[in-house]
């Protein structure tokens, strides 16, 4: 079992900067995909981003690419979202979540796939 702490998030302009982090204790995190989720109230978690075990491959949403990149930093058993350009549309709470699954596949964007979440960190980006 895995525990994930997220932070880094906070109120930023338009345009801004921020990055996410998500530490994790209890179990090695290079035993987990890694993935990046977000919220806004009163719709559906949706998927940010993804990365393989030993950061060889990344999926993003269509809505961040180009602009977030994901990253892990397994001996430190830590995963990051840097997100640059950011836009009001990027306001949610930015969850992290791992998958035991071995190999990143099309699913890995689904939140079913995930069996260990964080608590979630505000981001807000101001017009």
């Known amino acids: 079992q895995v525990q994930l702490v997220e932070s880094g998030g906070g109120l930023v302009q338009a345009g801004g900067s921020l990055r996410l982090s998500c530490a994790a204790s209890g179990r090695t995190l290079s035993s987990y995909i890694m993935g990046w989720f977000r919220q806004v109230p009163g719709k559906e978690r949706e998927f940010v981003a993804v990365i393989s075990r030993r950061a060889g491959n990344t999926y993003y949403a269509d809505s961040v690419r180009g602009r977030f990149t994901i990253s892990r930093d397994n001996p430190k058993n830590t995963v990051y979202l840097q997100m640059n350009s950011l836009k009001p549309e990027d306001t949610a709470v930015y969850y992290c979540?791992?998958?035991?699954?071995?190999?990143?596949?099309?699913?890995?964007?689904?939140?079913?796939?995930?069996?260990?979440w964080g608590q979630g960190t505000q981001v807000t980006v101001s017009s």
């Open positions: 979540a791992a998958d035991q699954t071995s190999y990143l596949t099309m699913s890995s964007r689904q939140q079913s796939e995930y069996d260990y």
